[in-house]
């Protein structure tokens, strides 16, 4: 009867005292989903955040973590987060335009020249942009976290420029816009699943690969490709999505936490996938890969054709030009520093 009047009591301070209440109050839970991929920086960065969205909240949000391994090789985490299974998730372009063919502007090739301009576009522009389009499915974007410029590798030792690229197959992911937008230039690309390149590569069926320098240290490349060409044709990069709903959940200083620690990780996520792409570009040329540089401006000169392929896409072409404004916005304020 005693502890019955005790609890009771305790009842009655919750209701009276708010500040009790919210002590005693248990911990939010953000599930938070991400998937697996060969680039280190992206999942060490996706993995700290977690670490530190619970200690910087002094424990009032615990993070419950999956992968798309996990959810049953299932990996639309868009429809995770908009159906509620999911309160976060680093979302890959594919995935946004699943939903949304204005994303498919997100896929156009040679767009940047270097990581600085591609992190200045996305922190003055881009992030406001996809947030425009996000808004309708109750969601918004907080950061991006990097993979990186996608490069060229081939048996080939002579690929100097666009015409040479035209007489080559390289495989590729599966991502139909962007073998789209290639294929208006004459480049080739060939959708290879991720397990089979390695043998592909190896028994001739393609002359090479565009891809991550982290996957083909990953899949050991070098064994079967010679050459790596620098070309910079696609740079990689996903949102870290949020539902409003769960952030609408949280008190006003927890939100500000979150969003301060989003932009905690997506530092740590640039300065590691600065830091691994020179790594991984020595340890490829230790293997045996002679390296050259491709003429990043001969591309972007015959790219119109690829251009116009994506806004039919998109539909309206305001976007698009707003996207060359802001790129050639961020091209020119870096080149004033370099003369003053």
């Not at 005693?24 to 991400?34: D, E, K, T, V």
């Not at 991006?144 to 666009?162: A, E, V």
């Not at 998109?314 to 003053?340: C, H, M, N, P």
Request: hydrophobic residues 40%; negative net charge.
């Amino acid at each position: 009867m005693r502890n019955w009047i005790v609890l009771g009591i305790m009842g009655l301070l919750c209701c009276l005292n708010p500040a009790f209440s919210e002590e005693s109050a248990a911990p939010f839970l953000m599930r938070h989903g991400y998937h697996v991929y060969d680039a280190p920086w992206h999942l060490n960065a996706g993995i700290t955040f977690t670490q530190w969205v619970e200690e910087d909240s002094k424990g009032q949000i615990k993070v419950d973590t999956s992968n798309n391994y996990d959810l049953r090789f299932n990996e639309d985490l868009f429809s995770y987060l908009t159906e509620g299974k999911l309160d976060s998730a680093v979302i890959t372009l594919e995935n946004l335009a699943e939903h949304n063919p204005r994303f498919n502007m997100l896929f156009l090739p040679y767009l940047f020249e270097n990581s600085r301009i591609a992190h200045k576009v996305m922190d003055e522009y881009l992030l406001d942009w996809i947030n425009g389009k996000l808004k309708e499915y109750n969601l918004v974007a907080l950061g991006i976290l990097d993979f990186g410029f996608r490069q060229i590798c081939s048996n080939d030792p002579n690929l100097k420029g666009l015409e040479d690229l035209q007489r080559v197959t390289l495989a590729t992911q599966d991502r139909k816009s962007f073998v789209n937008a290639m294929a208006k230039i004459g480049v080739r690309l060939r959708m290879v699943p991720f397990e089979d390149l390695y043998k592909m590569l190896a028994l001739g069926v393609v002359d090479g690969a565009e891809h991550m320098l982290s996957v083909m240290v990953a899949k050991q490349l070098f064994r079967v490709q010679k050459h790596l060409y620098l070309s910079n044709h696609f740079y990689e990069f996903m949102p870290m999505v949020f539902s409003i709903n769960f952030l609408n959940k949280l008190p006003a200083d927890l939100q500000q936490t979150l969003k301060a620690t989003v932009k905690r990780a997506q530092q740590l996520n640039r300065d590691m996938c600065e830091q691994n792409e020179k790594e991984y570009l020595e340890y490829l040329r230790d293997n045996g890969m002679q390296v050259h540089q491709l003429p990043y401006d001969s591309f972007r000169d015959k790219i119109d054709a690829a251009y116009e392929n994506i806004g039919q896409t998109v539909g309206s072409g305001d976007d698009l030009w707003q996207l060359f404004f802001e790129i050639s916005r961020a091209r020119y304020a870096f080149e004033d520093k370099r003369t003053e």
